[in-house]
């Protein structure tokens, strides 16, 4: 655990949401995966487009999973391939109407903060991967063009940092930072 150490006090869920790379080879029962997606769904979104769908496979999916980490970027695959489920977020980036949806990443990412929480209150971890090449994801798995790839999502219960190796043990143990509330808030009028 790399629990947040915060200024203020926040959800105990938001504090222990972290992005690991170092997984145990215990499978997420099928019915877990339902429950985070349900919490996905239940997010926000504009005109309740509902903008997400998901794309994923367990590491028991030998050809799937296989088919996903080679969609991954270099350095993602030595630690993302240890990962229980592999899932790809993608947005339906127009209205059935055919007019863009302007919200639908926002969206999606709404839903994605959603499923990382109930995953952490399940003692899941899940890190998000924005390095995979979309296009060979596209073609791989035949998405239409209406659903842009966002990012993928390696999954599952967490192993001891000391099964990776450098350079990614030591980031596994470096300290948690983020910018202060001071640098990301003003009230009334921005900084010059
Ligand atoms: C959209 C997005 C893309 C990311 N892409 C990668 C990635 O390709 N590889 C990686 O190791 N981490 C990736 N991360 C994880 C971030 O580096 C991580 O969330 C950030 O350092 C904060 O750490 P924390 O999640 O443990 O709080 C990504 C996170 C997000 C939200």
Partial sequence: MKTAPTTYPVHELIRNRWSPRSFAPTAVAPETMNQL??????????MNEQPWRYLYAHHSDTETFGKLVDCLMAGNQPWAKNAAVLVVALAKTHYDNGAPNGAALH???????????????LGLHGHFMGGFDAAKTRAAFQL?????????????YRAEAEQLEEPFLSREKAPRQRKSVGEIAFHQQLPD
């Fill in 37 to 46: 997606f349900e919490a996905a769904s239940w997010a926000a979104s504009a």
């Fill in 107 to 121: 969206d999606v990412g709404l839903a994605n903060g959603n499923l990382i929480l109930e995953a952490t209150a």
């Fill in 144 to 156: 239409p063009d209406t659903l842009q790839p966002v990012v993928v999502i390696a999954l599952g």
